[in-house]
Structure formats: structure tokens, C-alpha cells
């Protein structure tokens, strides 16, 4: 059965926050279900959020929700286990708007499609690459990886 697999023994990281205000534009925005919060990255070539689960994982569908002129034309999806080094997963392409992109079933609604291969993995790392905004930033108020548990 696919559900969310972020949860509270999920340890996430992401490459920066805004002003370093954490309270505000903090990583805990990306999984709070709460339409007025958001992860606001500082500026940079590229940004990222890493998620470690704590058991392995087989993702199933990933959704994204961008403030639209703070997205990214690029992103990749890497996953490993705890222990080994990140391979690459896929490719992706958003869309520069504030609609939920998703890949579903293996395809991405939204910036084109993607399959997303079945992989097992312990982490993950969402990088989003050839930001839209001039300074590098990226905003994005959701962030759901759902599947199931190995």
C-alpha cells in the first residue's frame, strides 16, 4: 500500500535557509502540510534536501510544490542505503508554477514526464538545478515522497 514515508524519525537536511531563519523558512515547512509555511532557501547554484529514513524504502511517487519564480527547470533524484554512495535515480524537469507536480505511476504531472525506477533505498536527495530565480533561490510548500516500506 503507497503512503507517506516521511515521518517523524525521517532526519532531513537541505543545503541552506534564507537569512538562516530557520523558525521561518525552516526544512520542517517542507513536511507540515500547512499551506502558509514554506522552505526558502538562501541563494546558491543549486539547492537540495536529503532525507534519511529509518528502515528502506521503494518510492513510488514523489510530489513537489514550488512557489512558482522560485522553482528549478532541473532537478535529479539520487537514493542509496545508509552506508553507500548516492546513485542517480532520474532525471527532472518542473515546471515553473505554484501547482503540485507529481510523478505518478512513474511519470511526472507537470514540467514532462519521468519514469521513476523502482528503487529500494535507506536515503534520498532531491537537487534542484538551473534555478529560475536570478539569486539561486528555491521555495517550495510541499515536499511528499510516498510508497511503502521494505
Known sequence: ???????????SRVSSVLNRNTRQ??????????EETCWNSDQGPSQWVVLEFPQRIRVSQLQIQF???FSSRRGCLEGSQRSEALNKIVDFYPEDNNSIQISYRGFWGGGGTFPVPAAEVGQLKVTFEDLTDFFGRVVIYHLRVLGEKV
Open 67 to 69: 512557489q512558482g519564480g
Open 25 to 34: 523558512f525552516g526544512k520542517k515547512h517542507l513536511f507540515d502540510q500547512d
Open 1 to 11: 500500500m503507497t503512503h507517506s514515508l516521511v515521518c517523524a524519525d525521517t532526519v
